[in-house]
């Protein structure tokens, strides 16, 4: 190695937390939509669309009928996971403080959830942060607040709706499911999020630094040989036509009184 230059003989990888039960095994679920239609057109795929018609990410991420279908998800298993370890939580990230409070109301009115938001505009973030810590509220909702530092172990879902799409926020994330509690039985952490290209192309990254590890599942649509499963999900996004009440609920944001949960 040149003169200067500090290296690392030796990488704490995934797997070797995994063996050593530092860290949970994660199961990534992509969703995807083989019946995803945008200003009419019919696409087989969030790939496809993205591809191939003026679809932005941001659209699928604020789309009402997409956030449904995947909180719903997040929702069941949190509510499965619960059953055998009561103070489970969950995570959400979400692309904007707007999308943020979007999210929160979907979760309390409609999926009946507790919840709190907490972001990077709040001076009181790092106070609910570490109220929820230690609370069984279900979800967190945060924006540039919990992908990297913050220690909840509690958590054991997290549905990934930012629009931040590099391996290393991913991963962040991720690794704020991961993270192991004695005594409890709490070996996999979950995360779901749409099937976009990027996100999928980390997800295989994953499953690549881990390739001995048999509970190790990315579920996604988009086959290839590294992939054990496919899901497909139909759901009709008319994202050509979006007129949800997401922007209502945004102006309705300085509405919410404070940070707690239900």
């Known amino acids: 190695m040149p003169e200067g230059i500090v290296g690392s003989d030796y990488t704490y990888g995934m797997m070797t937390a995994i063996r050593e039960s530092v860290c949970r095994v994660p ?25 191939n018609s003026g679809l932005r990410y941001d659209s699928l991420l604020e789309n009402s009928v997409a956030l449904n279908h995947i909180l719903q998800l997040g929702v069941d298993k949190l509510a499965n996971i619960r059953k055998f370890h009561p103070t489970a939580g969950g995570l959400i990230v979400a692309k904007s403080v707007e999308h943020a409070f979007f999210i929160y109301q979907i979760l309390r009115n409609e999926l009946k959830q507790s919840a709190v938001v907490v972001n990077y505009r709040n001076t009181n973030s790092h106070i609910a942060i570490e109220e929820y810590k230690h609370s069984d509220v279900q979800w967190i909702v945060s924006v540039s607040m919990v992908s990297e530092g913050t220690d909840i172990p509690r958590l054991r879902v997290c549905v990934h709706l930012s629009n931040v799409r590099t391996e290393l926020f991913f991963r962040q994330v991720l690794g ?40 190790l599942v990315v579920r996604k649509s988009d086959v290839s040989p590294k992939n054990r499963t496919m899901t497909s999900m139909r759901f009709p996004l008319k994202l050509g036509y979006w007129r949800s009440h997401y922007e209502k609920t945004s102006q309705r944001r300085t509405d919410y009184q404070g940070y707690q949960g239900a």
């Open 27 to 51: 199961e990534i679920n992509l969703i995807d939509n083989d019946q995803l239609l945008v200003d009419g057109i019919e696409y087989s795929s969030i790939k496809s669309a993205i591809q």
């Open 176 to 215: 704020r499911v991961l993270r192991l509690i004695p005594n409890v039985k709490n070996n996999v952490g979950w995360l779901y999020a749409f099937s976009e290209p990027d996100i999928v192309e980390f997800s295989n990254r994953v499953q690549d630094d881990i390739p001995q590890c048999e509970h």
